[in-house]
């Protein structure tokens, strides 16, 4: 599966952005997709993910405003992002698999990732 990200861009807070990450594979509807982003000098962390079911899945620092959907007619993912901060600042990723439950926050569970998009937020 090959991921095309994009959406990101320079923001104040409190503004909204919404990223969008388009598949190529025909089987997407089957796969769980997640966002995740990188700070500098930071480890990469899990955002949100939706699986094939639909259920969705949020780290906590972005509860409430963050919202994760997929349109499996277009084979995309979307994140919206509502009353961003600056610590929401990073390069967020896409990312596609197949894992199970308990590793739905796990960047080894997904094996295809899209290049990043730089989300900035200035206060």
């Known amino acids: 599966v090959q991921l095309q990200a994009s959406g990101g861009g320079l923001v104040q807070a409190g503004d909204s952005l919404r990223l969008s990450c388009a598949a190529s594979?025909?089987?997407?509807?089957?796969?769980?997709m997640a966002w995740f982003r990188q700070a500098p000098g930071k480890e990469r962390e899990f955002v949100a993910g939706?699986?094939?079911?639909?259920?969705?899945y949020y780290a906590d620092s972005v509860k409430g405003r963050f919202t994760i959907s997929r349109d499996n007619a277009k084979n995309t993912v979307y994140l919206q992002m509502n009353s961003l901060k600056p610590e929401d600042t990073a390069v967020y990723s896409c990312?596609?698999?197949?894992?199970?439950?308990?590793?739905?926050?796990?960047?080894?569970?997904?094996?295809?990732w899209g290049q990043g998009t730089q989300v900035t937020v200035s206060s």
């Open positions: 594979s025909g089987t997407f509807s089957s796969y769980s």
């Open positions: 990312a596609s698999g197949r894992p199970i439950l308990s590793t739905i926050r796990n960047s080894s569970a997904y094996n295809s």
């Open positions: 939706i699986r094939w079911t639909g259920h969705e």
